[in-house]
T-cell receptor
């Protein structure tokens, strides 16, 4: 069973930031938070991951709450190409991913 | 820069037919995975191979078999296809199988319909 909870969908305007929340209240001390996204008719694509500290890369930022029970993926300026399903995954050792339903992001021009 | 390559991209089978889905990666990754994705759902793990020579069941292994042919290749076989196996199948690979922080790289999927 998926261990994370995400909203089903979110809408954003092009060039505005998008904040995607994720709850992972059962997270253990060694579990990482991974985010993947899936564009239409494509396989999932790795976005970012983190353990305790906030993380930034060229695609997005990941803000992890101090108690680690929630996190937020931040797309700083949404483009039409960012329209996808975003999956937040609580990842234990062993490298297996358990996907939930994800958040469908709609970007309006 | 191919990454993870899956063949075929599309396939239609009749109930009871058999088929092997092929997956190859060129990133020298130790671990490989097979997932299925039904319409409107997230991916579910069928089988995985943490390293060459090992395979393990995932969440939904019934009706499937796998072979880790070598470090590059991991195939998924349907011995007797059933309509319930109509789905999109994704292969993935990752480095360092026992680590929690290695991302997985996915192929573009095989769309399989069973009539």
């Amino acid at each position: 069973d998926a261990k994370t909870t995400q909203p089903n969908s979110m809408e954003s305007n092009e060039e505005e930031p998008v904040h995607l929340p994720c709850n992972h209240s059962t997270i253990s001390g060694t579990d990482y938070i991974h985010w993947y996204r899936q564009l239409p008719s494509q396989g999932p694509e790795y976005v970012i991951h983190g353990l305790t500290s906030n993380v930034n890369n060229r695609m997005a930022s990941l803000a992890i709450a101090e108690d680690r029970k929630s996190s937020t993926l931040i797309l700083h300026r949404a483009t039409l190409r960012d329209a996808a399903v975003y999956y937040c995954i609580q990842k234990a050792a062993g490298n297996k991913l358990t996907f939930g339903g994800g958040t469908r992001v709609l970007v309006k021009p | 820069n191919a990454g993870v390559t899956q063949t075929p991209k599309f396939q239609v089978l009749k109930t009871g037919q058999s088929m092997t889905l092929q997956c190859a990666q060129d990133m020298n990754h130790n671990s490989m995975y097979w997932y299925r994705q039904d319409p409107g759902m997230g991916l579910r793990l069928i089988y995985y191979s943490a390293s060459e020579g090992t395979t393990d069941k995932g969440e939904v292994p019934n009706g499937y078999n796998v072979s880790r042919l070598n470090k590059r290749e991991f195939s998924l076989r349907l011995e007797s296809a059933a309509p319930s196996q109509t789905s999109v199948y994704f292969c993935a690979s990752s480095a360092l199988g026992q680590s929690s922080n290695q991302p997985q790289h996915f192929g573009d999927g095989t769309r399989l319909s069973i009539l």
